[in-house]
């Protein structure tokens, strides 16, 4: 497809998602789809964040709130599991922390430069009720 920038296009333009036929598209995870370069997918928003979402596998229940809830489908799950985050996507909004519900949460935002081990060994222990 050819690169046009966002105001070469005539009013009414159709944006495909996809290049070429398209079948079982659920059943195909999101890295082998044959997304056009168009699709937004195609597209990095790290750079967008100050802050980022840190997974810890150790208090996760794959309750799949974060997935549910993330408004940038950037949560990975396979299998009914939570994998973790794909940055490339991943907004910063902190939605996916506030929905998770194990204590302590098994996701947290730190900002955006952390070193994700460093960040594991600060986790916050369970709170006392
Ligand atoms: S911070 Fe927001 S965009 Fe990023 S994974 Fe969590 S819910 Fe999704
Ligand atoms: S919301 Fe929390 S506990 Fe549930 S799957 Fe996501 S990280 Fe795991």
């Known amino acids: 497809m050819q690169d ?3 105001n070469d296009f005539e009013i009414g333009a159709m944006l495909r998602s996809f290049d070429g036929a398209v079948s079982d ?4 995870q999101q890295e082998d ?7 937004s997918f195609t597209a990095s928003v790290a750079d967008w ?3 980022k979402p840190v997974f810890n596998k150790d208090f996760c229940i794959d309750c799949q ?4 809830y993330c408004p940038d489908i950037s949560i990975i ?3 009914k599991k939570m994998v973790g985050i794909d940055y490339d996507h991943c907004k910063g909004c902190g939605i996916c922390v506030e929905v998770c519900p194990t204590n302590p949460k098994s996701l947290l935002m730190f ?3 952390a070193d994700e081990d460093k960040a594991l060994t600060e986790w916050p ?3 006392e009720k």
């Open 4 to 6: 046009n920038g966002w």
């Open 25 to 28: 598209i659920a059943n195909t």
């Open 33 to 39: 789809r044959a997304y056009s370069s168009s699709n």
């Open 49 to 51: 964040r100050i802050e």
């Open 65 to 68: 709130f974060c997935w549910i």
């Open 77 to 79: 799950a396979r299998d």
């Open 111 to 113: 900002i955006e430069r």
């Open 125 to 127: 222990s369970k709170e």
